[in-house]
């Protein structure tokens, strides 16, 4: 089945050239390999779906030295056998090149792992969270910080919000923060407010808010955007965080067990969109230690902008495992969280959201100083204010510093219209929307912004109409990070209770895998080397025990990943 892969626009009317890579903006580099030699390892017998338009389909792959050296039919790739040759015999099995989300937390996800679980599946109402607090209480000596990850506060059975008084009853000698699920705000007790040095007098924080009681106005210990991530987030401030982080033999460990647990769904490759000095060490240190098991393109936070330009440090530098990637700016809230700026209110409210960012001018400065600098600049903009403002931003920058392939892009980019579809288009901007929102937290999305709004939210159909690269993305830990439940969420629009949201923003089984694999090497700059499975690119691949175009597309979820190849090593297998 052919796959269309828009490109051009005309005015208001979408023209949909035919796949694959219409919207590469460089010649494509290719890496010739040894042919008359053995392979080192050999996959034949499977169903592969390539990505590559010379060859879609294919039986065999030939690997060799971590790149793929030969793929074609079985006949084909069995001269390449030799005595140390490890064959793997697929029996139907399908392949894709490996999956790639393009924004994701990776570093986050791993000191999450450390925390305590209170999301939904663990527990299920705000009496069970503090059950799990107690349980930490009374393990840890008195002013020692407990912390929890995965609030949501729309799939707990109790009605209301977790409070301050909630943690307070359980914990009133400990700090408490616990993380909701969106990311963008916290709870703490009263001890972390004396912590944090807030009081009831306190006026907000400058792209952030204290959360208050309606009737007394009494602080609830709820921490909106920069007031939360002055807990835990370092450089985002300026400061360090009030928590004290993890130590570093902690962070290596939860990387480790979320590399495992990305492997397990077949992910090969992250950006990791928030990225601090500190987590740059953990990555270091994985790499010192050969134990960073993903290939990790790194958004750093723009705090750090002056301190890689005194190196003369740009995006790209590095190598296929760690690599430089964008500047990472934040301009409004989530929509998870109802926080992004929207231009107008949530449904039956007068809120608008947060703009993050301190200004909208400071929002311009910082776009215009890291394009100005040689960075792909990655800017966080859910809500359609914001987006506005972001392309303000980068209108003014490349107007007056272009740049043919600067390949900047508007991180989740959730609620658009036809006047944002067309600026993204005019300013050869890459969107990259959440794969997995519609399934995971669907039951927010018409009670937060209503039926008109949700047709145009997450709208992968649109951008690839409208010829704007789109690439996949999870944003875990504030989605689900298996990209297969992504694929089936962009494929059906169904939220996990079977609501359709937005059914014209479908797109096709191929398209979503293109999504996960090339385009998000493109979004990275990358897609000469990864994205497909073709002669010379490195040998990253996943086995899958159905092929995800042939079974229901309510199905394709529970679709097992029964290996992940990194570099032509196994990471991750279930049958043998």
């Given at each position: 089945?052919?796959?269309h892969w828009?490109f051009?626009?005309?005015?208001d ?8 890579l ?12 040894p042919?008359?030699?053995?392979a ?8 592969i779906?390539?990505?590559d338009?010379?060859?879609?389909d294919?039986q065999?792959v030939?690997i060799?030295d ?5 793929v074609?039919?079985?006949?084909e790739?069995?001269s ?6 490890r ?10 090149p490996?999956?790639?989300d393009s924004?994701?937390h990776?570093?986050?996800?791993g ?5 305590i ?5 663990a527990?299920?109402?705000i009496?069970q ?7 930490h ?12 990850v995965?609030?949501?506060?729309t ?5 209301g ?8 009853e ?7 923060f616990?993380?909701?699920?969106s ?7 009263s001890?972390?407010?004396?912590a944090g ?5 306190m006026?907000n924080?400058?792209g952030?808010?204290?959360g208050?009681?309606?009737q007394?106005?009494k602080l ?15 450089g ?5 965080p009030i ?9 290596k460990k ?6 495992d647990?990305?492997l397990a ?9 928030l990225v601090?000095a ?13 134990d ?7 958004l ?5 902008l ?39 209110p949530?449904?039956g409210t007068?809120?608008?959201?947060i ?11 910082s ?6 600098a040689?960075f792909q ?10 987006i ?5 931003g ?7 510093l272009?740049r ?6 508007l991180?989740h980019?959730?609620?658009?219209n036809r006047?944002?579809?067309k600026?993204?288009?005019k300013?050869r901007l ?17 009670p937060y912004?209503g ?7 997450f709208?992968?159909r649109?951008?690839?109409d ?6 996949g993305?999870s944003d875990?830990?504030c989605g ?7 694929i ?5 629009r169904?939220s996990a209770?079977g609501?359709?949201l937005a059914?014209?923003q ?7 895998i293109y999504l996960?694999t090339?385009?998000s090497?493109?979004?990275s700059?990358e897609e000469h080397?990864k ?7 490195m040998a990253d691949?996943?086995v899958?025990?159905e ?10 979820k ?5 290996m ?8 991750y297998?279930t049958?043998?």
């Open positions: 089945m052919p796959i828009p051009e626009c005309r005015g009317r979408p023209v949909a050239p035919t796949f694959p219409g919207y590469s903006m460089r010649a494509q580099k290719t890496y010739s390999l042919r008359e030699t053995a080192d390892v050999i996959l034949s017998g499977g169903n779906i390539t990505m338009p010379k060859r879609p294919a065999a030939a060799k971590g790149r793929f050296l030969k074609g039919k079985d006949g790739i069995k390449l056998a030799g005595e140390k040759t064959a793997i015999s697929l029996k139907g099995r399908t392949i894709t490996g999956f790639i924004h994701q990776l570093s986050q996800v000191t999450n792992l450390l925390k679980d209170c999301s939904p599946a527990c299920k109402s009496a969270i503090k059950q799990a607090i107690l349980k209480v009374r393990r840890k000596p008195p002013g020692e910080w407990i912390q929890a995965g609030y949501d506060d799939k707990t059975t109790d009605k919000t977790l409070s301050r008084w909630d943690l307070d359980v914990a009133p000698e400990h700090p408490v616990i993380q909701h699920v990311g963008h705000w916290a709870i703490t007790n001890k972390g407010l004396e040095g807030i009081q009831e007098n006026p924080p400058k952030g808010a204290y208050r009681e309606p007394s106005g609830n210990g709820i921490l909106y955007e920069q007031a939360e991530f002055a807990y835990v987030f370092e985002m401030t300026g400061k360090p928590i004290p982080p993890f130590p570093l033999k902690d962070r939860g990387l480790d067990m979320a590399c647990m990305y769904s077949g992910i090969t490759g992250v950006h990791d969109a601090s500190q987590s740059l060490e953990t990555y270091q240190e994985a790499v010192k230690s050969e960073l098991k993903l290939r990790v393109y790194l750093i936070t723009y705090e750090y002056p301190h890689l330009k005194a190196l003369n440090l740009k995006t790209g530098f590095g190598n296929e495992w760690l690599r430089i990637g964008g500047i990472k700016i934040i301009a409004d809230g989530a929509i998870a969280g109802r926080t992004a700026l929207l231009s107008e949530y449904l007068q809120e608008k959201g703009l993050v960012a301190e200004s909208e001018e400071v929002l311009h400065e776009i215009r100083h890291a394009h100005q040689g600049v990655c800017v966080h903009a859910n809500g359609d204010r914001a506005n403002m972001t392309l303000d980068f209108e003014k920058a490349l107007q007056d272009p043919k392939d600067h390949r900047h892009r991180e980019c959730t609620v658009v006047e944002i579809l600026r993204l288009k300013l890459l969107a990259v929307p959440f794969g997995s929102y519609i399934y995971h937290h669907g039951e927010k999305m018409i912004y039926p008109e709004r949700v047709e145009m939210m709208a992968h649109s951008f690839l409208y010829g704007i690269p789109v690439s993305s875990n830990p689900p990070h298996e990209p297969l439940l992504a089936e969420s962009c494929v059906t169904k209770s609501e359709i059914a014209k479908r797109i096709t089984v191929e398209e979503a996960y090339m385009a090497a493109y979004a700059f080397i994205g497909s499975i073709e002669p010379g690119k691949l996943v899958l025990g092929d995800p175009r042939r079974v229901n597309p309510d199905e394709i529970d679709i097992p990943v029964e992940t190849i990194v570099g032509g090593e196994v990471k297998s049958f043998f």
